[in-house]
């Protein structure tokens, strides 16, 4: 016996349209969750990038270097996606992160959404 105005196998395909998206309602939570995750880091590494270049004794260099290990640890083999540059001068150093986080599949996609960061920090001067 089938429903009043039903068609035979039309639960069948109900169901299957709302595990179609159920699916993709969960594959956006987990990209977003991801680019989140990617964000987080990349503010990390530039926060503690900054911080390393402008203790006293120190330079732009080492916390670059500081910054991209932070980077190479959080991210792994997707650290390539992002790009640490610095600048500074006599009383700051500023940090900037940009690069993007694949939509999709892989770190090929055409799309991606974007990992952009600048810290900047003044620098660590002792007068006595």
Known sequence: MSRAGSQPAQATVEVALAAL???????????????????NITLAAAQEAARAASAQGSDLAHGLEVGNSLLQGGL??????????????????????????PLGLGTTSPLSLPLDNEVRMLKQVWTP
């Open 21 to 39: 998206l159920f699916g993709l309602v969960v594959a956006v939570a987990l990209q977003v969750g991801f680019w989140a995750y990617a964000d």
């Open 76 to 101: 792994g083999p997707s650290a390539h996606l992002v790009t640490l540059t610095g600048r500074e001068d006599a009383t700051s150093v500023t940090i900037d992160v940009s690069g993007g986080w």
